[in-house]
């Protein structure tokens, strides 16, 4: 807002209730509309309480799709942002300013932005791989302990498959 619309420190400060209610209303609606439906979790193994281990339709809602949308309109803010501050070095430059702190701001935000978005691409990966495989790991895992575990085998097993944590 400061570097892109121009917005004072004044004016952001004015606004920043409005920023806040949206930054706490938004996951509070999520968590009250997880709740509501009931589709939370817990792993017996773990202790960890999780939006619905078992039903793969409410993690692509509730897990999904927030993040993918998050990082997208995150990663659009960062180059909006980078886009203002090259405008706002390009003009300091022509009137003959040093940009020293400016470019240092720059690759601050920019190591920042590839610290952040790095990370959550390959967590949003790992929850695509996650949802396109699961079934079948499922099935394999009852194929594999049904004898043991003294449960109906599937009458089709299947090839085994496991999760592959290779990178």
């Not at 807002?1 to 949206?22: C, D, P, R, T, V």
């Not at 619905?52 to 990663?75: E, H, K, M």
């Not at 203002?84 to 601050?108: A, C, N, P, W, Y």
């Amino acid at each position: 807002l400061a570097a892109g619309m121009k917005w004072g420190h004044e004016a952001i400060e004015a606004n920043s209730q409005y920023f806040h209610l949206a930054a706490w209303a938004v996951p509070a609606v999520k968590t009250i509309s997880i709740l509501a439906i009931g589709q939370i979790e817990g792993d017996v193994l773990s202790g960890v309480c999780f939006v619905s281990l078992s039903n793969l339709d409410p993690l692509r809602g509730f897990v999904l799709a927030p993040l993918f949308i998050y990082l997208f309109i995150g990663t659009s803010f960062l180059l909006a942002g980078f886009v203002s501050l090259f405008r706002i070095r390009t003009i300091m430059k022509h009137d003959g300013t040093k940009t020293e702190k400016l470019e240092r701001l720059m690759v601050r935000i920019g190591v920042f932005s590839v610290l952040y978005t790095v990370p959550a691409t390959i967590v949003i990966a790992c929850f695509f791989y996650e949802q396109a495989f699961r079934p079948h790991w499922e099935h394999s895992w009852v194929s594999h302990n049904c004898r043991s575990l003294a449960i109906p085998c599937p009458m089709h097993p299947g090839p085994h498959m496991t999760p592959d944590f290779t990178v």
